[in-house]
């Protein structure tokens, strides 16, 4: 019979800060974990298929990026861990930040699918320009029309950079 490990991500998880300490060394400039007992120095966690990196620790998967939160303040993130930078494979502790799940989001840098115009944020006016606007907070901000797509996604571009320092309510926050 075979176990399966299972992803922890809940603030609860039975992982301390000081267990987490005996286990693992964290570089909090590099965001690199090292073992400390088996596989000694050797660098801790595989990559998800979501892209962020995971460590097994005690018969359990956790997230780097909470690992690096529980490692650096002694306590288990309350919400949700944002890498400021949007790039989730990079874990030093100056790329970390608490956020809410909208503030989380300004990280989708990419347009859906259903985007006509292949630029986030902006969209086809009747006229044969583009249209910039962003939502935060549910609520949407209109940015203006632009002769030129490239244009208008500068605009939401730099919205979308002010929106993201804003801040999270956290240590990062602006």
């Given at each position: 019979?075979?176990?399966?490990?299972?992803?922890?991500?809940?603030?609860?998880?039975?992982?301390?800060?000081?267990?987490?300490?005996?286990?693992?060394?964290?570089?909090?400039?590099?965001?690199?974990?090292?073992?400390?007992?088996?596989?000694?120095?050797q660098?801790?966690?595989?990559?998800?298929?979501?892209?962020?990196?995971?460590?097994?620790v005690?018969?359990?998967?956790?997230?780097?990026?909470?690992?690096?939160?529980?490692?650096m303040?002694?306590?288990?993130?309350?919400?949700?861990?944002?890498?400021?930078?949007?790039?989730?494979?990079?874990?030093?502790?100056?790329?970390?930040?608490e956020?809410?799940?909208?503030?989380?989001?300004?990280n989708?840098?990419?347009?859906?699918?259903r985007?006509?115009t292949?630029?986030?944020?902006?969209?086809?006016?009747?006229?044969g320009?583009?249209?910039?606007?962003?939502?935060?907070?549910?609520?949407r901000?209109?940015?203006?029309?632009?002769?030129?797509?490239?244009?208008?996604?500068?605009?939401?571009?730099?919205?979308?950079?002010?929106?993201?320092?804003?801040?999270?309510?956290?240590?990062?926050?602006?």
């Amino acid at each position: 019979m075979t176990t399966r490990s299972v992803l922890v991500t809940s603030p609860r998880a039975a992982l301390t800060a000081s267990r987490l300490r005996e286990l693992l060394d964290y570089d909090p400039v590099t965001g690199v974990f090292r073992h400390r007992r088996q596989y000694v120095g050797q660098v801790a966690g595989s990559m998800s298929t979501r892209g962020y990196l995971r460590i097994y620790v005690d018969q359990k998967d956790y997230y780097a990026h909470r690992l690096a939160w529980l490692f650096m303040t002694g306590e288990w993130p309350v919400g949700q861990i944002d890498h400021v930078d949007g790039e989730k494979r990079k874990n030093s502790f100056a790329n970390l930040r608490e956020a809410t799940p909208a503030q989380n989001q300004q990280n989708i840098w990419r347009p859906s699918i259903r985007n006509a115009t292949g630029y986030r944020g902006v969209s086809l006016h009747e006229s044969g320009s583009f249209v910039a606007q962003i939502s935060t907070n549910g609520r949407r901000r209109y940015l203006g029309i632009f002769a030129t797509v490239e244009a208008a996604s500068e605009a939401y571009m730099e919205a979308k950079r002010q929106e993201h320092t804003r801040g999270a309510g956290s240590r990062h926050a602006n």
